[in-house]
């Protein structure tokens, strides 16, 4: 046996006159589906209670709510539903998605160990490999390293990730890096902008505009 979520709505009123215009919608789904207990309507809540529950929700938010929180053969959960700024964050969150890529692929040509033929640290290793010197020295350990048997390009015995690179690379990981810091800021800026209009989403336009959405799963 299954369960039908049965929402209804209401204009605002007291509880007391929800209460009546309640019953009364139960007997017509009474009338209508049947008074058998497994109609998949209001029918089967005659004799359950109705819980008032005091939380300010759009329609969207009562609704979901309404399918959360109601147990089959509960009773009738009713909300305090209002007209909340309806709120577009889906231009925000792409732009956010661009600026991750960027900063992402920036990332992967600066890395000085990446395997990706564009990095900057495999550019290095393939000019050293071509160049006129058999040997390489290191200038933070010293060591005298054999070019053609290097498979990266940070040095093997001390790990100096600078080893082959030269001004000009050096230069391209600072300008990366800068780059990247602004992207971040970026990043948070419009991660500041979304959190403020997802908040204002949780303010009612107005107060006393309000109506009421009452619901249950009703077993069928
Ligand atoms: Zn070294």
């Given at each position: 046996?299954?369960?039908?979520?049965?929402?209804?709505s209401f204009p605002s009123c007291s509880g007391k006159e929800l209460g009546v215009k309640i019953s009364d919608a139960i007997r017509?789904?009474?009338?209508?589906?049947?008074?058998?207990?497994?109609?998949?309507?209001?029918?089967?809540?005659?004799?359950?209670r109705v819980e008032e529950v005091s939380l300010m929700m759009n329609s969207e938010d009562?609704?979901?709510?309404?399918?959360d929180k109601a147990c089959k053969l509960g009773p009738l959960l009713a909300i305090k539903t209002y007209r909340m700024p309806s709120v577009?964050?889906?231009?925000?969150?792409?732009?956010?998605?661009?600026?991750h890529m960027k900063i992402r692929a920036l990332a992967e040509v600066a890395e000085r160990r990446s395997l990706r033929p564009e990095s900057i640290g495999m550019i290095a290793l393939a000019r050293a490999k071509a160049g006129k010197s058999s040997f390489k020295a290191c200038e933070d350990c010293g060591s005298r390293l054999r070019i053609g048997r290097l498979s990266h390009n940070s040095c093997p015995v001390c790990g100096n990730l600078s080893f082959l690179l030269n001004a000009s690379d050096e230069k391209k990981l600072d300008n990366a890096s800068k780059k990247i810091t602004a992207l971040d800021e970026q990043m948070e800026t419009l991660?500041?902008?979304?959190?403020?209009k997802?908040?204002?989403?949780?303010k009612p336009k107005n107060i006393n505009d309000w109506f009421w959405t009452v619901g249950a799963w009703c077993g069928e």
């Open positions: 046996m299954g369960a039908n979520l049965d929402i209804k017509s789904d009474s009338h209508e589906y049947g008074h058998g207990p497994y109609s998949g309507h209001w029918a089967e809540k005659s004799n359950s009562a609704q979901e709510y309404i399918s577009d964050t889906v231009s925000i969150n792409k732009k956010l998605g661009e600026l991660k500041k902008a979304r959190a403020a997802e908040a204002n989403r949780k």
